[in-house]
């Protein structure tokens, strides 16, 4: 970084680009409304602050959230998440070169969809197209916000960036705890829910960093990078995977598996944090989790298929292409060769005779009422290899919902949410959502999973599906189980 852009870091121009990442999707808010009527007042003063070493984080709110489990949140006022775009957009570039490719939350070009792509073609490739047996070990690091040590996030940060103007400010936001003032929102009722060990600062003054904070994300890939690199230099598993807390090791050795996971305990413990609880290796066919956010853990035999509707459009666009050129020649066995090749992306789609294929899931258009948007996703769901049609399950607000007649898993009637008809509905909340899948599954029902977005179509919230769900019926599994 030159000596121009290290003066010039914490300009009207730097935060007014800040400002303007920081209020994507959430122009509508009151306070980025408030921010935007005086923002160049705001950002003045807020450049000022940070040019004469006068800036310290304000008081935020604090609410309590029920899904997967019940937690504190904490939300920095506006003028603080500026600020927080601010640092991300300066520490990024130094920090980003040093991060694993296996490192998946909170960067430019990964996330969930990544994650579960790179497992499963690591899975594909370490299993000879299903010809080994593979192992997953997946583990979780216990309480992992509320127990990171933040002087030694410090002292990961201090050797790249002691050296630039910003170093004060970073020190002030990692150390600032907003458990000792935060203002307390929402249903207070639901605090006295939340365990103490999951409070901030329950487990010290030098622990914890607010969850729902942009740098708190950050600084987790700075914290856990280490382990990254002690993971693939030192153990030399054969697939890794990590998604903030939650990380998979793949080999075909179990006994390999069994001894990285001590190693990692002890590494953690020495240097970073705990783990959440023993783990076993798993033979891969019962099912891997991985950063499944909102429905808990769900547990195999089964088959998870993440269903992306961009990513099956380029797949079918793909097999289009290859099917161009296959269509001259006689090319039977290619073209099986070919399709076992997708792995779990033929899951998306489904094929017809002469070798023409369609998406499994059609794009959905935008509805403008509940009952049309979940005729179009019911009938989007096709059976796969003859096999029984899928159940769906409907995110509505709060709440899971089977929103055709049929089997009702011993589902009972609840009040509907306001405003959509009144009707009494077969339900329960979203939070058991987990256990309503399970239930399904041992019946023999795939699960199609529809889950609400931001964007909305008339009056309701546009849905689509998320998850497939398959019981997976393999013998030897179940000898291994």
């Not at 520490?91 to 990544?114: Q, Y």
Request: contains cysteine; proline residues 6%.
């Amino acid at each position: 970084m030159n000596s121009e852009a290290e003066h010039d870091w914490c300009g009207v121009r730097a935060l007014e680009r800040a400002a303007r990442a920081c209020e994507r999707r959430k122009r509508a808010r009151p306070d980025s409304i408030a921010f935007r009527m005086k923002e160049g007042e705001e950002l003045f003063a807020l450049s000022n602050r940070l040019r004469s070493n006068t800036y310290w984080p304000q008081p935020g709110r604090v609410f309590v959230t029920e899904r997967p489990k019940y937690r504190e949140v904490h939300a920095a006022v506006y003028r603080d998440r500026v600020v927080h775009h601010l640092l991300y957009a300066l520490l990024e570039p130094i920090f980003e070169p040093t991060f694993s490719d296996a490192s998946f939350a909170c960067r430019k070009g990964k996330g969930t969809h990544a994650a579960v792509a790179h497992l499963q073609a690591r899975m594909w490739a370490l299993s000879r197209h299903g010809g080994q047996r593979v192992f997953a070990l997946s583990i979780d690091v216990a309480n992992f916000f509320m127990s990171l040590h933040r002087p030694t996030l410090l002292a990961l940060m201090e050797p790249k960036v002691k050296h630039l103007p910003a170093w004060e400010t970073i020190r002030r936001v990692v150390l600032n705890n907003p458990g000792a003032s935060a203002r307390r929102v929402g249903r207070l009722h639901l605090f006295a829910q939340v365990p103490r060990h999951k409070r901030m600062g329950a487990l010290g003054p030098d622990r914890s960093l607010p969850i729902g904070n942009l740098t708190s994300q950050f600084f987790a890939n700075v914290y856990l990078s280490p382990l990254d690199h002690f993971i693939a230099r030192t153990l030399q598993i054969r697939g890794y995977a990590r998604y903030v807390d939650d990380f998979v090791l793949l080999d075909i050795d179990e006994q390999r598996l069994v001894s990285a996971h001590a190693r990692v305990v002890a590494f953690l413990h020495e240097r970073l944090a705990e783990i959440e609880q023993s783990a076993k290796p798993i033979v891969i066919r019962r099912g891997v989790r991985l950063g499944m956010p909102g429905l808990g853990s769900i547990k195999g035999p089964l088959r998870c298929t993440r269903v992306n509707e961009n990513e099956a459009e380029q797949l079918r666009v793909l097999w289009a292409s290859y099917e161009g050129h296959l269509a001259k020649a006689s090319a039977w066995r290619l073209r099986q060769q070919l399709w076992a090749a997708l792995g779990a992306g033929h899951r998306l789609l489904k094929r017809h005779r002469f070798g023409a294929v369609r998406r499994r899931f059609p794009l959905i258009r935008p509805s403008v009422n509940f009952r049309a948007q979940v005729q179009r996703l019911a009938g989007g769901i096709t059976p796969s290899g003859g096999g029984k049609q899928a159940v769906l399950v409907v995110q509505v607000g709060r709440f899971a919902e089977l929103p055709y007649k049929g089997p009702r898993f011993g589902l009972k009637r609840y009040v509907g949410p306001a405003g959509v008809r009144g009707r009494s509905r077969f339900g329960l909340p979203w939070r058991f959502a987990h256990s309503l899948i399970q239930r399904i599954l041992r019946a023999g029902y795939p699960v199609a999973v529809a889950m609400e977005d931001d964007e909305l179509c008339g009056n309701v919230k546009r849905r689509r599906i998320a998850y497939l769900f398959e019981p997976w019926n393999d013998p030897e599994d179940k000898e291994t189980a």
